[in-house]
């Protein structure tokens, strides 16, 4: 593209907003990364109202950032210091622009699920980290706007030259009945109205624009440019409020723990170009070592988060859908994080004082889970925390009503060990069981505590992966059993459980 034409492509974006604001007065809300794109389309929209006389700037415009609180650090500090001078320069110049940072609520953030609860680390097909990091905070924030004025006009980078996956997406969202705008595909914010002003721009275009013209709120679209400079040619993460947005792991930039790609080259890059940016080795190491998202069935659960025991079959053979990670697994995890969040904090300049890892909110929330939803009544949190830090855990209180000490618990769990038990199930039992009798224990009403015991007896029966497999041998159907043939493995029933699932002692199904 040409100077003069790219000049007028500029222009034309600057008078299609011009033209939207003096429209009506439904609010603006702009998805802002910090990338280049969205900075591209928020400098657009800061000049067209920059344009308008004062005295008829009356829309309300939101810019929102959703920190996913696992960016790339150094992009993650790059867009605080952006949101801060957008707010201070547009509240001096009435422009009725506020910027508004945008985080997970604590249940929905990374490490708690990761950690907490277990989630293994996110994969193609149980690609769980997007909605509840970034989508869920855009949408709520969306949402309360619409409450307000009953509809709402999204801004987004989007642009169709970024991939074709893209340019696909883009094209589902059009059909509008409103010039300019688009149609919302998600039904929860089916009146949020999309405009993408620089659709039709080439990476090119976006960077001309951005190099040619000064930044409005004063941060410098050439740190922009060097913050780019060396990294893989790819696009930047963008505000995700439907399934249908890439995610990061399709981005130049995003968290430093998606698993979503094979490797991290921007992080990677950052590290290998520039000397001051070494102190984010433990990032890149935590991510490729502890993170795996195939070959990791040693490390989780045989059971489902629920506990049930769920198989497939396939290639003639049946396997079980894997559940959380493991007790052990989690425990170490955890330390691994503040190990690195320690050494982090040994080496960090002057401008990340403040870095952390992981928050004592989330690190409080991932004790209250352990403890109370999953009865690991052995509190190890504290002890980790305390052992990696030297310091003691900031909340002292105790979790558990459970009235036994650690040395009681380990006590326990070696009377219970088996070598027909590797995973502890009987100790899990008791412990668990321990749970359910003193959360009755001052009650009037007994009612229910022996369904639940018989729960837990039952979730604990099978002992190890192959038993579960066996056991769901005998509850094949007949396509299954055909795909499998006569290759089934045995099984010693549990009476019990037999009865209650429907299996006679014989294991034939009833």
Known sequence: MSVDNQLSAFDIAIENITWLYAEDDLPWVIGYSGGKDSTAVLQLVW?????????????????I????????????????????????????????????????????????????????????KFRWCTSRLKISASTDFLRNVVSTRGEA????????????????????????????????????LDRVWIFPPIADWSNDDVWEYLVTTDNPWGHSNQALF?????????????????????SCGDSRFG?????????????????????????????????????PTTNDTHLRDFRRMHRGIDKMVRTGEISLIPGPYKQSYREA?????????VDIQRSLNENLTDFELISFEELR???????????????SLPAIYLEVTGTQFPDQTRLSNVPFSSDDLMLLKQICASEDDPENMQYQ???????????????????????????????????????????????????????????????????????EEGVSEQGNLR
């Open 47 to 63: 000049t067209a109202v920059a344009n308008v006389p004062k005295a008829k700037r009356t829309k309300k415009i939101y810019v």
């Open 65 to 124: 950032s959703t920190d996913t609180l696992v960016e790339n650090p150094i992009v993650a500090a790059w867009v605080v210091e952006s949101l801060k001078r957008i707010n201070e320069v547009a509240s001096d110049l009435n422009l009725g622009i506020t910027a508004h940072r945008l985080t997970p609520k604590v249940e929905d953030r990374f490490w708690v699920n990761l950690i907490g609860k277990g989630y293994p680390a996110p994969r193609p």
């Open 153 to 188: 006009i999204l801004f987004l980078g989007t642009r169709s030259a970024e991939s074709n996956a893209r340019k696909k997406v883009m094209a589902r969202h059009l059909g509008s009945t409103r010039s300019l705008l688009s149609k919302n595909s998600d039904p929860r």
């Open 226 to 246: 060097e913050l780019y400079k060396g990294a893989t040619p790819d696009a930047e993460c963008p505000l995700v409020v439907d399934s249908n947005t890439p």
């Open 255 to 291: 968290c430093y723990v998606c698993t979503m790609v094979d490797k991290d080259k921007s992080l990677s890059a950052m590290i290998k170009n520039d000397e001051d940016k070494k102190w984010m080795i433990p990032l890149s190491r935590f991510r490729d070592e502890k993170l």
């Open 333 to 341: 995890l955890l330390k691994d994080l503040l190990t690195a969040q």
């Open 365 to 379: 929330e991932i004790r209250r889970i352990w403890v109370q939803e999953k009865c690991e009544l052995e509190d």
């Open 429 to 499: 039992m008791l412990r668990e069981m321990l749970t359910i009798e003193q959360s009755y224990r001052n009650a009037s009403r007994r009612v229910g505590i022996y369904d639940q015991v018989l729960r837990c007896a039952k979730q604990h029966a099978i002992k190890t992966r192959e038993e579960a497999i066996a056991w769901k041998a005998l509850t094949l159907n007949e396509q299954e059993r055909h795909l499998v043939g006569e290759h089934i493995p045995a099984f010693d029933f549990p009476q019990n459980l037999a009865e």
